[in-house]
C-alpha cells in the first residue's frame, strides 16, 4: 500500500542537544508546506579518472560521505519562528516561569563559539503496517532562515522557510514517539508594525512586501575532520561551524512625492529597523536590527503602482554589540534550552 | 487584601536573569527585557542558573 505525503510526521527537536552525536530528548510536532522529504545521501567516489587500468570506465567504487539537508517551509507562527531563530541565532535566553514564555535571541559571538545549538529531525510515514519512512537525523544545523511578508490576506502574507544541514549520523527507525502536532498561532502580516531608519511604514501604508533573513555560511567541508567519524563506513560530521555569517533586509514599499528613502541611501544614514509582527500579545515576534544603512534603492512597480525596493546593509552596532535581534513570545517552553 | 494585591503586582515585575560568560566567568544579573539582554549576550553571554545555596547556609 502506498503512502501519501500527508501522512508525514515531521518533529524537530524542542531541547538543544547535550551534543552533536546525542540526540535530542523532546520533539516539537509541526506541519509544513513543501513536500521535501530528507534523503540521507550516502556519497561514493569511484576510480574513473584513474589511469592504469587499461580505459576509462569505473572498475570500483568508495564510500565517502553522508550528505544530508533539507528545507522546511511554513506559515509564520510564533512558535515556529521562535524554534528557527533560536536555532539558527544560537544565543538564547528564555523568561517566564509559565506560558508565554518570553525569548531573546541573537546570534552567537564568535569570540567565545563557532558551533551553534545542534538539534534532531525526525521524520515518519507509515505504510502498511510498518513505516515507509522512520529516520532520526542527529546534530542538525540551521543554514539559514528567510521570514517573507506580502500583501494580501490569510496566512499566506507571512511566512518563514528554514534550511537546515545534518550531520550524516542517522538512526532508523528512529524510536521516537513524536507528540501531537503543536497548536501553532499564526501571525498574519495584517498584525505587522513596521519602522525603518525613523519612518513608520505601516502609518503611512506604504509597505507592501519584504524579507528578512539570516545565513550562517556553514562550514561543511571543515565537519570532515580526521577523526569526525563514520557512519556505514561513510564519514559524518564532527562538527558545523558558522562562517561569514550574512543578515538581510529587503522589502518593498510605495514610492511618494517626497519619499526619504533615496535621500537615506545617498547620505547613509543608519537608523535601526524594527519588524513586530504577532497572533496576539502572547504570541508574538519582534526582528530588530540595531543600524541599518540602505545599500540598493531601486524603482520598480506593484500591480501598477509606483514603487521602491529597499535593500538595507545590517551594520554591527556597539551600544547593542550586535547586528541582529529576535524577541519572542510564544506558549512553549525550553525551545534550545 | 491590599498586602497581597501588592505581592500579586510585584509578582509581574520584570524577572531578573543571570548571565554568564563562558569564557571569563563573570556572572551579570540583568533584567530579562531585551534591552537589557541583548548588549551582553551580544558579547557572548549566556543564560544560567546559579546553584542553589546548601541549606544552613
Known amino acids: 500500500m502506498p503512502a501519501r505525503i500527508q501522512q508525514l510526521i515531521l518533529g524537530l527537536g524542542k531541547a538543544k542537544q547535550a551534543n552533536i552525536s546525542t540526540a535530542a530528548a523532546s520533539f516539537l510536532r509541526f506541519k509544513k508546506l513543501d513536500m521535501a522529504l ?110 517573507q511578508f506580502n500583501y494580501g490576506p490569510g496566512r499566506a502574507s507571512s511566512k518563514m522557510t528554514v534550511n537546515w544541514v545534518g550531520t550524516g549520523l542517522l538512526t532508523s527507525p528512529s524510536a521516537v514517539t513524536v507528540p501531537a502536532v503543536v497548536a501553532e498561532n499564526n ?58 555569517r550574512a543578515p538581510s533586509f529587503q522589502f518593498t514599499t510605495r514610492l511618494l512625492s517626497g519619499s526619504p528613502e533615496y535621500t537615506t541611501l545617498v547620505a547613509q544614514t543608519t537608523g535601526t529597523a524594527v519588524l513586530t509582527v504577532q497572533h496576539d500579545a502572547n504570541n508574538s515576534v519582534t526582528f530588530t536590527f540595531p543600524q541599518m544603512a540602505f545599500q540598493v534603492v531601486e524603482n520598480t512597480e506593484t500591480d501598477g503602482i509606483v514603487a521602491i525596493t529597499v535593500t538595507g546593509a545590517p551594520q554591527y552596532n556597539n551600544t547593542s554589540n550586535t547586528v541582529f535581534s529576535v524577541a519572542t513570545n510564544c506558549a512553549i517552553g525550553g525551545i534550545a534550552q | 487584601m491590599s498586602e497581597q494585591h501588592v505581592e500579586g503586582a510585584a509578582s509581574k515585575a520584570v524577572p531578573k536573569v543571570f548571565l554568564r560568560h563562558p569564557l571569563t566567568g563573570d556572572v551579570q544579573e540583568v533584567e530579562g527585557t531585551p534591552a537589557a539582554l541583548v548588549p551582553l549576550m551580544g558579547l557572548g553571554y549566556e543564560q544560567f542558573t546559579p546553584a542553589a545555596p546548601a541549606k544552613g547556609a
Open chain 1, 187 to 244: 501571525m498574519l502580516a495584517g498584525s505587522m508594525s513596521l519602522t525603518v531608519n525613523g519612518v513608520d511604514y505601516v502609518a503611512t501604508k506604504r509597505i507592501l512586501s519584504g524579507t528578512i533573513g539570516w545565513k550562517n555560511n556553514l562550514m561543511l567541508n571543515a565537519g570532515f575532520y580526521p577523526g569526525s567519524g563514520l557512519h556505514n563506513g561513510l564519514q559524518v560530521r564532527g562538527r558545523m561551524e558558522i562562517g561569514a
Open chain 1, 38 to 147: 530528507t534523503t540521507p545521501k550516502p556519497v561514493f567516489e569511484n576510480d574513473a579518472a584513474e589511469i592504469g587500468k587499461g580505459h576509462e570506465f569505473i572498475t570500483q567504487t568508495f564510500p565517502s560521505y553522508y550528505d544530508v539537508a533539507n528545507r522546511i517551509e511554513k506559515y509564520a507562527s510564533a512558535e515556529f519562528v521562535t524554534w528557527a531563530c533560536c536555532y539558527a541565532l544560537g544565543n538564547v535566553t528564555q523568561t517566564g516561569s509559565a506560558a508565554p514564555y518570553a525569548y531573546t535571541i541573537v546570534p552567537i559571538n564568535p569570540g567565545t563559539t563557532l558551533e551553534l545549538p545542534y538539534f534532531s529531525v525526525v521524520e515518519q510515514v507509515a505504510e502498511g503496517s510498518g513505516s515507509a519512512i522512520d529516520n532520526l537525523h542527529i546534530g542538525c544545523a540551521i543554514e539559514d532562515f528567510t521570514y
